[in-house]
T-cell receptor, first 112, second 116 residues
Framework: QQQVKQSPQSLIVQKGGISIINCAYE??????FPWYQQFPGKGPALLIA?????SEKKEGRFTISFNKSAKQFSLHIMDSQPGDSATYFC???????????FGSGTRLSIRP | DSGVTQTPKHLITATGQRVTLRCSPR?????VYWYQQSLDQGLQFLIQ???????AKGNILERFSAQQFPDLHSELNLSSLELGDSALYFC???????????????FGPGTRLTVL
């Protein structure tokens, strides 16, 4: 119930294509779903986040789609660029407990 | 650069030893979080301190302890080290104490611990 399952483990996308990373959770007590981006040798950095009362959130080329009934959410990167090559982590948090659970990560490579 | 600093950058030690990792939060941030990132366990939340007090606890082993000092820097102490403790340890800081849902966390560059 504490797990957040993330797929795929790795993803290769051509420049200009759409990158899609999926996550699923079990615990309906989670009320905040952030995505983090991590470059080699760096710590994770918050990319975009969503709350379960919203089905979609868009910031620039990054969009989170959220399906509350299916307990799934996904990150879409439009017009993917080589600079987007990084590891992406989804996460889920129940804010009342200030505890965050991370997915296992997706290593994204954008081919030029 | 997130503004969070961690020292040392790398640490190599032997099983059974004790080490201390240090974190300085961004200027003005009151909360410090510790995370462990390993190949088999992924990224795991260990513990949060807010203004010197423990605020939230995650999957932190009893052999590990942390504290936050009056100047708001934090230390993570790892004792009786085992091979499986080899990992990247990240510190993050945020302005307040509400967790990531209300308060963006900024991660430091990490300390890579190798236990031989």
């Amino acid at each position: 119930q504490q797990q957040v399952k993330q797929s795929p483990q790795s993803l290769i996308v051509q420049k200009g294509g759409i990158s899609i990373i999926n996550c699923a959770y079990e615990n309906t007590a989670f009320d905040y779903f952030p995505w983090y981006q991590q470059f080699p040798g760096k710590g994770p950095a918050l990319l975009i986040a969503i709350r379960p009362d919203v089905s979609e959130k868009k910031e620039g080329r990054f969009t989170i789609s959220f399906n509350k009934s299916a307990k799934q959410f996904s990150l879409h990167i439009m017009d993917s660029q080589p600079g987007d090559s990084a590891t992406y982590f989804c996460a889920a948090e129940y804010s009342s407990a200030s505890k965050i659970i991370f997915g296992s990560g997706t290593r994204l490579s954008i081919r030029p | 650069d997130s503004g969070v600093t961690q020292t040392p950058k790398h640490l190599i030690t032997a099983t059974g030893q004790r080490v201390t990792l240090r974190c300085s939060p961004r200027s003005g941030d009151l909360s410090v979080y510790w995370y462990q990132q390993s190949l088999d366990q992924g990224l795991q939340f260990l513990i949060q301190y807010y203004n010197g007090e423990e605020r939230a606890k995650g999957n932190i082993l009893e052999r590990f302890s942390a504290q936050q000092f009056p100047d708001l820097h934090s230390e993570l102490n790892l004792s009786s080290l085992e091979l499986g403790d080899s990992a990247l340890y990240f510190c993050a800081s945020s302005a307040h104490g509400g967790g990531s849902s209300t308060d963006t966390q900024y991660f430091g560059p990490g300390t890579r611990l190798t236990v031989l």
